[in-house]
């Protein structure tokens, strides 16, 4: 009596379950990549937010500047403006704090310096962003 094999084609189950082994290490190792792109895009996106709010800011206070904004601090004592200037964008507050000096060698030239910070879970203030604009008391943007 002789036996005949026939050739198969396929994979043996020893086979799928090495594949699937070495399938699962390799996705494993970018699970972390993930949650860190994730981290990034949330952080980035506060930031960007932020530098908008911060140019929105300066650009209304080139509009309406008016005489509470022509003080005679010099820019290595600045004053600080009351704003109180709190705005709610993407489902996150955003505190505008604004300093304002005159330049000392220009006597019609003021510096604004406009930080943007926001609420971390913490309940504390965190600093995004800093800008620096000038405006003269002429409304002219300088």
């Given at each position: 009596?002789?036996?005949?094999?026939?050739?198969?084609?396929?994979?043996?189950?020893?086979?799928?379950?090495?594949?699937?082994?070495?399938?699962?290490?390799?996705?494993?190792?970018?699970?972390?990549?993930?949650?860190?792109?994730?981290?990034?895009?949330?952080?980035?996106?506060?930031?960007?937010?932020?530098?908008?709010?911060?140019?929105?800011?300066?650009?209304?206070?080139?509009?309406?500047?008016?005489?509470?904004?022509?003080?005679?601090?010099?820019?290595?004592?600045?004053?600080?403006?009351?704003?109180?200037?709190?705005?709610?964008?993407?489902?996150?507050?955003?505190?505008?704090k604004i300093e304002v000096c005159q330049q000392d060698d220009v006597t019609s030239l003021y510096q604004a310096k406009i930080e943007i910070y926001t609420d971390s879970s913490n309940q504390k203030w965190?600093?995004?962003?800093?800008?620096?604009?000038?405006?003269?008391?002429?409304?002219?943007?300088?």
């Open positions: 009596m002789s036996i005949r094999f026939h050739k198969q084609d396929g994979f043996t189950l020893v086979e799928l379950l090495a594949a699937m082994t070495i399938l699962g290490i390799v996705l494993i190792a970018f699970i972390p990549f993930f949650s860190q792109h994730a981290n990034f895009v949330r952080i980035t996106e506060d930031e960007l937010t932020a530098i908008n709010l911060a140019d929105k800011v300066a650009q209304e206070m080139k509009e309406n500047a008016d005489s509470s904004f022509f003080v005679q601090a010099s820019c290595d004592n600045p004053s600080e403006i009351e704003s109180n200037h709190t705005e709610m964008i993407n489902n996150k507050n955003y505190y505008v965190r600093l995004l962003t800093h800008v620096y604009t000038y405006f003269t008391d002429d409304k002219g943007a300088a």
